[in-house]
């Protein structure tokens, strides 16, 4: 392997200090340009660029480019697929935080199959496909009653949130996961095949979507139902200590236990995405193994080793999947961390879900000092990585290994890592260079896509944390965020960004392309690592002050035009997730829908809305109940294949045999959903004996 870097210098004990050579630099203070317009939530055009930073590289010149007067081309009908006149959207509500705060609460009954139809509008004919979603539902651990007939049964029985404070976690993210399915049924018409199955009629889907909700039964929520008690508090420290960015809502930068391998310290709650490839449905956290559910009842097979491609069971991985459009591939990565050098394991599969036979599917990567890293993105040739500089107490990290305690951010140029995937003709080799700085590390990137130009130029858009919070004590306390000055206290701003990075040359710039607050970013996922045109967010209401995710925006970064919708004030939208139409020969990146959930707090209700694509400011076209009330989330998928397209049945027989299976097991036994038999497939059993064969 060859790795090529910038020299490091380490300082000795009682603190590791990880500095890399050359001074950081201060944007200048009158680069941001917005418009009143842009602050209540009004069309602003993204490619403005309000603040741009260039270097020709990591150790010559620096130049600040100043933006132009020159505004963004006129948008045209060519420019967008969408030509129709549309008034200028109304400013969105202030959002509504004692309604908001109402989204963490834990969900104490989950859902098994449930048919619904919109109660707004109708849905599409040609959206088909099942949209799943992932995120902490338990706050109060130990809260699911166990089935009816276990011979276990837990000293204290669930309790209220709230009611009992030594059950409740000390932040949303240390929720335990659970994952919510929605099919879209489309016409309703089945296969000849599916007509042939069984002699019971079949129930009417047309225009309607089935419904399912489960918790991941990872060992520690297993651990915490038989208890009735919470039994994982290795980051409640870390959780009561004032950080920056570590306690972020809605992800914090300190995601797990820094002692590694499977430990009570390290709790794995499969909370953060959820990823359908190759007939696999799996759950990611940042710091242990997926898990592997069934992708119709949403049953938990329990831990995976990616069918023997992760050779150690203690293996930390990264709660990201990266999709190769173009081949039809899926890459994962982990990263062994140590204060001295970290080892970045990173893997990549064919469309069969088995390890591709260049190396093996599998390239490792030494990186400089603890490299605590969450997120990436892939292009033709490269996964692309961004390191934030962190400095290391070497006693208290030697004594409590808790991230509060022993790291903190270092005001320094953070690195970004370009690294020759496991396929690629120079697998292994890293390029590694300093990011300029602005005052502002990038610690806790969340990548949108990545993609290669003709010159060999590496471009990547992230949402990035560019203010810290105010980290109050009251961070811990639910209910959270219950007020706006509470919110604001726990979240940092975060905005859209553009890096560039040549590798050969050593040029970096980074611009940022808008500054509404965003969240949770997605493209159209055929174009995942090729170069995209519409980038789609969750976003604040309050432009850009920081603000709750709430209504759903589009970026044009051609045109330059910005498209947005909010609910009401008490109405917040999660992630938004684009759906290609079914059948469509329309190649246009924007020819399908957004699907997002949509959390009413006010009545504590959950619903699906679905948006389309090239005109989000009209407004939801169906919007469908969900029976169950579903908390904010991360994030999750939309899987258009036909291995994800079940009729009604299929679902319910399977949900409904997931349910016998767990209370035929006293000792709550996961469903394995691969055993032939009774509707179940048998597709895979490299998944279970991969060490073995």
């Not at 055009?45 to 260039?54: A, D, E, I």
């Not at 190759?278 to 949403?298: H, I, Q, V």
């Not at 107490?393 to 991230?403: F, I, V, W």
Request: hydrophobic share 35%.
């Amino acid at each position: 392997m060859k790795m090529t870097s910038l020299p490091y210098a380490a300082l000795a004990a009682p603190t590791l200090l990880l500095l890399p050579h050359g001074h950081g630099f201060q944007l200048p203070t009158q680069t941001r340009r917005t418009t009143a317009a842009a602050r209540c939530g009004r069309p602003s055009p993204p490619s403005k660029l309000f603040s741009s930073v260039t270097e020709e590289s990591s150790a010559g010149a620096v130049r600040e480019e100043q933006p132009t007067d020159d505004g963004p081309p006129a948008t045209t009908a060519a420019a967008s697929s969408s030509s129709n006149e549309r008034s200028a959207p109304v400013a969105p509500p202030q959002p509504d935080m004692r309604a908001y705060s109402n989204g963490y609460k834990t969900v104490f009954a989950e859902l098994s199959c449930s048919l619904s139809s919109p109660t707004v509008g109708s849905l599409p004919p040609d959206l088909v496909g099942t949209y799943y979603k992932c995120g902490p539902a338990m706050f109060s651990a130990g809260s699911l009653p166990p089935p009816k007939n276990s011979l276990v049964k837990p000293k204290q029985l669930p309790v209220p949130d709230g009611e009992d404070t030594s059950r409740m976690v000390l932040h949303p993210f240390e929720g335990d996961g659970a994952v919510l399915a929605v099919t879209f049924h489309g016409d309703g018409k089945v296969s000849e095949e599916e007509e042939g199955e069984g002699d019971e009629p079949r129930t009417d889907t047309a225009g309607k979507a089935t419904a399912r909700f489960r918790y991941v039964r990872t060992n520690a929520f297993t651990n915490e139902r038989k208890k009735g008690k919470k039994l994982y508090t290795g980051m409640e420290s870390t959780r009561n200590t004032p950080s920056s960015m570590g306690n972020d809502l809605p992800l914090p930068f300190h995601r797990h236990h820094l002692l590694s391998g499977l430990n009570k310290l390290r709790k794995n709650t499969s909370n953060t995405r959820v990823i359908h490839f190759g007939k696999r449905l799996l759950t990611l956290w940042g710091g242990g193994l997926p898990y592997k559910l069934d992708s119709l009842a949403l049953s938990t097979d329990g831990r995976t080793q990616l069918g023997g491609a992760i050779k150690r069971e203690d293996a930390a991985m990264g709660a990201k999947a990266g999709i190769d459009a173009k081949r039809n591939r899926i890459l994962f990565f982990g990263v062994d961390e140590d204060p001295g050098s970290s080892q970045l394991n990173l893997y990549e599969f064919n469309s069969k879900f088995r390890a591709i036979r260049d190396n093996g599917g599998v390239v490792q990567v030494k990186l400089p000092g603890l490299a605590l890293m969450y997120d990436f993105a892939v292009t033709d040739n490269f996964a692309v990585f961004v390191q934030p500089v962190v400095k290391v107490n070497a006693m208290q990290y030697m004594l409590s290994k808790e991230p509060g305690k022993s790291i903190s951010m270092e005001g320094e140029r953070s690195l970004v890592h370009i690294v020759a995937r496991p396929g690629s003709k120079n697998a292994g080799d890293v390029k590694t260079l300093e990011i300029p700085y602005d005052g502002v590390p990038e610690a806790d990137l969340q990548f949108v896509n990545a993609y290669e130009e003709e010159d060999g130029m590496v471009v990547f858009d992230v949402i990035r944390s560019t203010q810290s919070t105010g980290s109050s004590g009251r961070n811990t306390k639910w209910p959270w965020a219950s007020t706006l000055e509470d919110y604001q206290s726990m979240a940092s701003k975060k905005s859209l960004w553009r890096y560039k990075v040549h590798p050969q040359r050593g040029f970096i710039s980074k611009d940022c392309l808008s500054d509404e607050q965003l969240y949770f970013s997605v493209i159209n996922s055929d174009v995942s690592g090729q170069k995209h045109r519409y980038v789609y967010a969750a976003a604040g209401a309050m432009g850009e002050e920081v603000a709750p995710p709430q209504g759903i925006m589009k970026f044009d970064l051609e045109s330059g035009a910005l498209e947005s919708w909010f609910p009401e004030g008490h109405e917040f939208c999660g992630e938004p997730m684009y759906a290609p139409r079914r059948g469509s020969d329309d190649d246009m990146e924007d020819g399908g829908y957004i699907i997002s959930t949509l959390f009413n707090g006010k009545e504590e209700k959950s619903e699906i809305v679905v948006l389309q694509a090239n005109n989000i400011e009209s407004g939801p076209i169906a919007r469908v109940p969900i029976d169950v009330v579903v908390p904010h989330g991360y994030h999750g998928c939309f899987a258009a294949t036909d291995e994800a397209n079940w009729t009604y049945e299929q679902i319910e027989r399977r949900a409904k045999l997931s349910d016998k299976m767990e209370t035929r097991g006293s000792m709550w036994n996961e469903v394995k959903s691969d055993f032939s038999g009774l509707g179940l497939r048998f597709d895979d059993m490299e998944e279970y004996f991969g060490d073995l064969m």
